[in-house]
Nanobody
Framework: QVQLVESGGGLVQAGGSLSLSCAAS????????MGWFRQAPGKEREFVAG????????RYGDSVKGRFTISRDNAKTTVYLQMNSLKPEDTAVYYC???????????????????WGQGTQVTVSS
């Protein structure tokens, strides 16, 4: 089993920055990649950013390109999401996810991930 715990959510002003962390524990050797999704009220859960272990590649959702950066602390099995130039439409619950099946690219759909954290609320005020 793999356990994921997000932290770093909170309230920020538009244009500000926030950094999220996702700590993985348990049988982390079984993971092949990790990513971030978000879900706003009444909306589908959408892909934000992902990182692939095998090729070291990253991928971002169109709405966050140029503003968000995903990175990994290999030693601590922790993934980060640095969010800059935040907008009110970034308001959502942000979820960390891990994929157990190896692939040659970052996966961007909910069904392609095996483990999920409980989420952390990010609220951006105007």
């Amino acid at each position: 089993q793999v356990q994921l715990v997000e932290s770093g959510g909170g309230l920020v002003q538009a244009g500000g920055s926030l950094s999220l962390s996702c700590a993985a524990s348990g049988r982390t050797v079984s993971t092949a990649g990790m990513g971030w999704f978000r879900q706003a009220p009444g909306k589908e859960r959408e892909f934000v950013a992902g990182l692939n272990w095998s090729v070291g590649g990253t991928r971002y959702g169109d709405s966050v390109k140029g503003r968000f950066t995903i990175s990994r602390d290999n030693a601590k099995t922790t993934v980060y999401l640095q969010m800059n130039s935040l907008k009110p439409e970034d308001t959502a619950v942000y979820y960390c996810a891990a994929r157990g099946r190896s692939t040659m690219s970052v996966r961007v759909t909910v069904n392609e991930y095996d483990y999920w954290g409980q989420g952390t609320q990010v609220t951006v005020s105007s």
